[in-house]
């Protein structure tokens, strides 16, 4: 499996976390939202089947490959990034736009 690359910031959390430093500054109301959060972010509760063609089958399965996950979990991720406002349409934005 491939390591994940990690930038300076994550290198110096984990290290923290691996050698005992790391102190989490959570309170417990805090942490039980994140867990709740979490736990409702990744629950698949439900199956859809789309058709999509070859050609964005094989570059999503290239792109979940480079990111070390399975292509179900990155379409699954993109779609919640969508729904919940985290990723915006940039052509929705072109189309209201004149040409010259």
């Known amino acids: ?52 063609s070859s050609r964005d089958l094989e570059a999503l399965q290239r792109r979940a490959l480079e990111e070390g996950l399975p292509y179900q979990s990155l379409v699954s991720s993109v779609l919640h990034k969508y729904v919940s406002g985290g990723l915006k349409d940039i052509s929705a934005n072109k189309s209201g736009q004149r040409t010259r």
Do not use: V, W
Request: a negative charge; charged letters at 50%.
């Open 1 to 52: 499996m491939a390591k994940t690359k990690l930038d300076p910031e994550e290198q110096e959390l984990l290290e923290a976390y691996e050698s005992g430093e790391f102190e989490s500054d959570l309170d417990a109301d805090r942490r039980e939202y994140l867990t709740k959060a979490a736990e409702e972010t990744f629950k698949k509760d439900r199956r859809i089947n789309i058709r999509i």
